[in-house]
């Protein structure tokens, strides 16, 4: 269970404060220059709607309380759906119980609304309820037992859209990609009659800068060798078997619009290596509209950056846990196919897939993946976006960020507000890494001792 951000003050009060996302030692120290933080019970933040839950779960074991006053930033909505709880005219989805149990709560706390004073930057209206509410007298209502039990969360409340994995490894970037999908998914129906847990927009970025693919011993544990070649070569293939609705090398190589778009694709990025236009859709609306085994991969487009042929997929549907390896490996392998024709190696092959999920037939084995290979989630992937540098000058710690290749790219001031644009936009775990060094950098330069990066 979360621990409670509240500070007990007056126990005897009936007076307590809501400072929602307002840290509640700024409450506490303008309370006391006020000279009113002796007449409050307690002061505490509420930062999510679903806090409320822990707000009541106080409220019920301390009866004395019958004034909550909510005065700080509502920076998320909290504090609006805590006032519209009390008044019921509106109750929170999150709520942990039925509101008939609720009731005796409802009726005996009374609720100040000090939002628009806290904005206006008035303490004083705060120290006048505070005075006004303020009475020690025995608490008029019981303890009421309120079992804070909370629901796992098996389906994520909302859409997750955008997920991002970086990786060098094909097997790597499955798990990554299963991970993401079982912990971030959003439990619905699909139309085969099954449920699945579905992410939005899955992107992930296979890096390869110039190294040729090879199938890893870890996905041939789990598939079969032939069956990803076989599928490599039906994306070469123009011949559609009878009796099968769609084959992508069909799509490819014999589209009945486009024709041969493989080679229209090649055509293009020989002739004008730096087009946008290089698109093979396989989408045809003739007979995919209506259709009830339409495409998953329904477009490709070919990049041609320095000396580097870039491949992106682009997938309305992806079963991430069953056919995303086979997906992966197929697009890598025609992008290597492009590049040798092209005279150039692959840089980056990206696959974007709008629904990324796994069916509740396979959730089980999908965390079973995850859980004997959880190390993959923690292996080193260099970061495209380059290295950070940071040292210590004139006793000030400074970060340099430098491209892949080493030159330098940008310099900046080891202080939150300068780094967090650098590193909202660096892979998680090389963010975490510049923080976790910048804050040994900065002590270090307090207690003027010298500091070497990684040297722990």
Not at 110 to 137: C, M, N, Q, T
Not at 208 to 236: C, I, N, P, V
Request: net charge negative; hydrophobic share 40%; with cysteine.
């Amino acid at each position: 269970m979360v621990s409670k951000d509240v500070a007990f003050i007056n126990e005897r009060s009936n007076v307590a404060v809501c400072t929602l996302w307002t840290k509640k030692e700024v409450v506490v120290s303008k309370l006391d220059e006020l000279g009113v933080l002796g007449k409050v019970h307690a002061v505490g933040t509420l930062y999510t709607v679903y806090g409320i839950n822990y707000l009541l779960h106080t409220l019920a074991q301390r009866p004395q309380i019958d004034t909550l006053i909510v005065y700080g930033a509502d920076l998320s909505g909290s504090g609006g759906a805590l006032v519209e709880l009390f008044s019921k005219t509106r109750v929170p989805p999150e709520l942990l119980w039925p509101l008939g149990e609720l009731e005796p709560l409802l009726k005996g706390v009374k609720v100040v609304d000090l939002r628009s004073s806290f904005a206006r930057g008035d303490w004083h209206a705060l120290a006048e309820v505070i005075e006004a509410s303020y009475d020690p007298s025995p608490p008029k209502r019981g303890a009421l037992s309120l079992e804070l039990r909370e629901p796992r969360a098996d389906s994520w409340p909302v859409p997750v859209s955008g997920q991002a994995i970086q990786e060098t490894s094909l097997f790597r970037a499955w798990v990554k990609a299963v991970y993401s999908v079982m912990m971030f998914g959003a439990v619905k129906e699909s139309e085969y009659g099954e449920r699945q847990k579905q992410l939005l927009n899955l992107v992930v970025a296979l890096n390869m800068h110039g190294s040729e693919y090879r199938l890893e011993r870890e996905l041939l544990s789990r598939f079969r060798g032939e069956d990803f070649e076989a599928h490599f070569r039906s994306l070469l293939n123009p011949e559609k078997p009878v009796g099968v609705s769609y084959t992508y090398g069909e799509r490819l190589r014999a589209h009945p619009l486009a024709g041969d778009q493989l080679a229209w694709v090649k055509e293009r990025l020989r002739e004008a290596p730096n087009t946008r236009r290089a698109i093979a859709v396989l989408w045809d609306h003739g007979r995919d509209l209506r259709s009830s085994d339409p495409p998953c991969i329904f477009a490709v487009q070919g990049d041609v950056t320095g000396a580097f042929y870039n491949h992106t997929a682009f997938i309305r549907s992806n079963d991430v846990y069953a056919a995303w390896p086979l997906n992966a490996y197929g697009q890598v392998k025609l992008a290597e196919h492009i590049a040798a024709e092209l005279g150039v190696k692959v840089g980056v092959v990206t696959l974007i897939s709008s629904s990324a999920h796994v069916y509740e037939h396979d959730w089980q084995r999908a965390w079973e993946l995850v859980h004997e290979h959880y190390e993959a989630l923690k292996e080193f992937v260099p970061d495209p976006r380059g290295n950070v540098l940071i040292e210590i000058e004139g006793g000030d710690p400074r970060v340099e960020l430098r491209a892949p290749d080493g030159r330098p790219a940008a310099r900046f001031a080891a202080a939150y507000r300068d780094l967090k644009p650098l590193a909202s936009f660096l892979a998680p775990d090389h963010a975490f890494y510049m923080g976790w060094e910048v804050r040994r950098a900065l002590e270090r330069a307090r207690r003027g001792e010298p500091y070497v990066q990684d040297s722990e």
